[in-house]
């Protein structure tokens, strides 16, 4: 009982600690992003253009470029994600789905910067040859390589999730002669959905988060992108490019604009997170 108790109160620590890091996190950026408040700057920075030559510094093309990769990445990230899951764990045999795993496993250990020199030698000049268009550092490039960054993340949600369906019901398809697909279409991506949709909304954010990718491989424009073939800027890479500003500068306190965006973005998908389990469960009950 003692070692219980003294496991729950490490547990409850580590909790706390987590919770005031992240708290101390967002005060940090509200306060030095507190000046554009009083100043009535912030609304104004999130709805307008980037143009320093006409001492304009709005972030509005960053919020557009970073949505558009990130939601690209994870239209290539999700079949590919699903479908590796559901070869792993129910349609494939045995012995491909154990390696397979282990090298989705394998691939969350490669750093972001080797995807990034893969895409820049391989993926964009595909990408400019194939279109015809630009210089191949746009978003499609981006979100095709982001998609494999996130992707074992996701494949690993959906496993645990796959395997949490109750083997009573595998069973009984197995009873009346159901085949793999069917099991997979009628009772396992049913019963998962949860955790599906759990992994799908954490890739989000972790596209959203990335840095790496963004600055190596979209091209960095501060334009509006008009298409996926268009080169864009993200949040990220706005403030990995604006840092060495000068630190009274407006250009330079446009970085906390981003980062709060960014906070603010990532809270609101990991409270859907919790609201969707949590109303689940209720109906499940």
């Known amino acids: 009982m003692k070692k219980e108790h003294f496991s729950e109160k490490i547990f409850l620590s580590a909790v706390l600690l987590s919770?005031?890091?992240?708290?101390?996190?967002?005060?940090?950026?509200?306060?030095?992003g507190l000046p554009l408040l009083e100043e009535g700057n912030f609304f104004q920075i999130l709805k307008n253009p980037w143009d320093p030559d006409h001492l304009i510094f709005g972030i509005y093309p960053m919020i557009?470029?970073?949505?558009?990769?990130?939601?690209?990445?994870?239209?290539?990230?999700?079949?590919?994600?699903?479908?590796?899951?559901?070869?792993?764990?129910?349609?494939?045999?045995?012995?491909?789905?154990?390696?397979?795993?282990?090298?989705?496993?394998?691939?969350?250990?490669?750093p972001t910067v080797i995807y990034g020199f893969v895409g820049i030698f391989l993926l964009v000049p595909i990408v400019r040859e194939v279109f015809e268009y630009g210089s191949g550092m746009c978003i499609?490039?981006?979100g095709l390589l982001l998609s494999l960054v996130v992707s074992p993340t996701m494949i690993l949600l959906f496993i645990d999730s796959i395997e949490q369906v109750p083997k009573s019901y595998l069973e009984a398809v197995d009873a009346l002669g159901g085949s793999k697909v069917q099991k997979l279409l009628y009772v396992i991506l049913p019963c998962s959905r949860q955790g599906i949709l759990t992994g799908v909304i954490l890739a989000l954010g972790r596209s959203m988060g990335d840095?790496?990718?963004?600055?190596?491989?979209?091209?960095?424009?501060?334009?509006?992108p008009g298409s996926v073939l268009d080169s864009a800027r993200t949040l990220t890479?706005?403030?990995?490019?604006?840092?060495?500003?000068?630190?009274?500068?407006l250009e330079f306190k446009t970085i906390f604009a981003c980062g709060i965006v960014l906070y603010l973005s990532t809270t609101f998908?990991?409270?859907?997170?919790?609201?969707?389990?949590?109303r689940y469960m209720r109906k499940k009950w």
């Not at 101390?24 to 509200?30: K, S, T």
């Not at 840095?211 to 509006?224: D, F, H, Q, W």
């Not at 890479?237 to 500068?249: C, E, P, R, T, V």
């Open 140 to 142: 499609l490039s981006a």
């Open 211 to 224: 840095t790496l990718i963004a600055l190596m491989i979209a091209g960095n424009a501060v334009a509006v």
């Open 19 to 32: 919770v005031f890091l992240t708290l101390l996190i967002f005060c940090f950026m509200f306060i030095l």
């Open 269 to 278: 998908f990991a409270l859907t997170i919790r609201f969707m389990g949590t």
């Open 64 to 110: 557009i470029g970073t949505m558009a990769i990130a939601f690209t990445s994870i239209v290539f990230a999700f079949p590919l994600s699903l479908g590796c899951s559901a070869f792993i764990t129910v349609i494939g045999p045995e012995n491909p789905g154990r390696f397979l795993k282990r090298l989705v496993q394998f691939m969350t250990g490669i």
């Open 237 to 249: 890479a706005h403030i990995a490019l604006i840092i060495a500003a000068d630190f009274d500068s």
